[in-house]
């Protein structure tokens, strides 16, 4: 079974296909490059912030298997030994052992 995740990306176009941002004017074109600049920046800022998630996500690609994914994400992600983990990574990382 593969694991179809397209519904994450419903608003991009067709796969291998760039938008098409020449329907915006100049204005709109500009609009546009600053709310992805500032969306980057946030970004980076909130998992910098936020380490947890970093280590959330690096547990789970180490471990999915992506031809059952359904049940791997929500086993992985309801595993009541979860938080133990994420925060024994965290202390491993920083060397707080």
Do not use: W
Request: glycine residues 4%.
């Amino acid at each position: 079974m593969n694991c179809n995740l397209s519904f994450l990306r419903s608003a991009a176009p067709p796969r291998g296909q760039k938008p098409d941002v020449s329907v915006l004017n100049s204005e709109q074109q500009e609009k546009l490059r600053q709310f992805k600049i500032k969306t980057r920046i946030d970004n980076e800022r909130y998992l910098r912030s936020h380490p947890e998630v970093d280590v959330l996500i690096g547990g789970f690609l180490r471990f999915a298997d992506f031809h059952l994914c359904h049940v791997f994400f929500a086993d992985h992600f309801t595993n009541p030994d979860l938080q133990a983990a994420v925060v024994s990574k965290m202390q491993e990382n920083s060397g707080l052992e």
